[in-house]
């Protein structure tokens, strides 16, 4: 929480009584927000502090480190402000207990009363963001990327890399990025919108300026870890030739057509065919790299596969104890 002093208290408040255990977290907030916090009666209340501000994903990963340490099975993250009702938490959560997800997030934009409560550069700007975010994180099923409400099973956070998380407002798609190298099932889950005239941190400038260039660094280094480092598949072969191809299409283009600009001279028929011949072929296999992507999107959950995997293992042991199937098998232990 950041300067939540007016609001925190209302929204602990409004958690139901079946929530286990609160973590908030200070991020060094300059108000009397800790204060309110320690002055509570809830005792599923626990307080982090923050003694340096580490942003809006550094916090957040406070409290999922703090959560793993207390062994939470399902951990859902709410922003302090009052915006993300918890009369959505059922919603949030029923898909993972049912096992059909590792993780789900809101999405404000499947109803035409939570878009007509929302910004109208909000929901430009959330629009533009969530296309650019299907391509840098491979999840092309969800939409509305910059929803903090969010619910994660104990599975995906404890596949999930925590070093790549960026620290600031970037933090919710960085995370989707580094989801999806886990393979986690991610799944959208309608939602209400609450405004109350509230200000967002986050800026235009970083949302239409400063978020394209993080998506293309995140979703490059997305592409190359799960097409090259993690699996060889079609995708990689049609982006080994495709993007090579397209690159020496650019530099042969502009090459002539530079040659053409000096000497005054038309290029021949010959190399104008060439290059466009490079340019479609190449363009082509990227495209399929993209459809590729698209259709390979997690479909099974990660806790699914740890119950398999453990199944399987434990039937050739021929009788061997759960305590001895724990020891020899990490992580196969029972969970709280």
Known sequence: MYKAEAT??????????????????????????????????????HLVKHEVNQGVGGAVISGYAYC???????????????????SDLPALLTPIIQGKADVTKGNRFTSRKALSSMPLVRKVGNAFLSFVSKWSSGYW???????????????????????????????????????????????????????????????VVDSLFRFPFLHLRYGLRRWFKQYFLLDFSAASLYLAIGV???????VRGATAWLRSVQTGDA???????????????????VLQAVAFDMVRTPSVPLQSLRAIDFEGWYEVQEGASTEQASERWPGSGSSS
């Open 141 to 203: 099923n969800i939409f509305d990327p910059c929803n903090g409400y969010i619910a994660l099973s104990r599975s995906a956070l404890l596949a999930m890399d925590f070093d790549t998380l960026h620290r600031r407002y970037f933090f919710e798609s960085s995370q989707l990025v580094s989801l999806a190298l886990t393979r986690a099932v991610v799944r959208d889950v309608p939602m209400s919108s609450v405004y109350d005239g509230a200000k967002s941190h986050l800026s």
């Open 267 to 285: 290029n021949p028929t010959g190399t104008v065919v060439l290059v466009a011949v490079m340019v479609i072929v190449g363009l082509q296999l």
């Open 244 to 250: 090579p191809l397209l690159a020496a299409a650019v």
């Open 8 to 45: 925190i208290e209302n929204v602990i408040a409004t958690l139901p009584s079946w929530v286990d255990a609160v973590v908030v977290v200070d991020d060094a907030s300059p108000d009397e927000s800790a204060e309110v916090v320690r002055n509570l009666p809830d005792s599923r209340v």
């Open 68 to 86: 793993l340490r207390m062994n939470a099975d399902i951990v859902v993250k709410m922003d302090a402000d009052g915006q993300m009702p918890a």
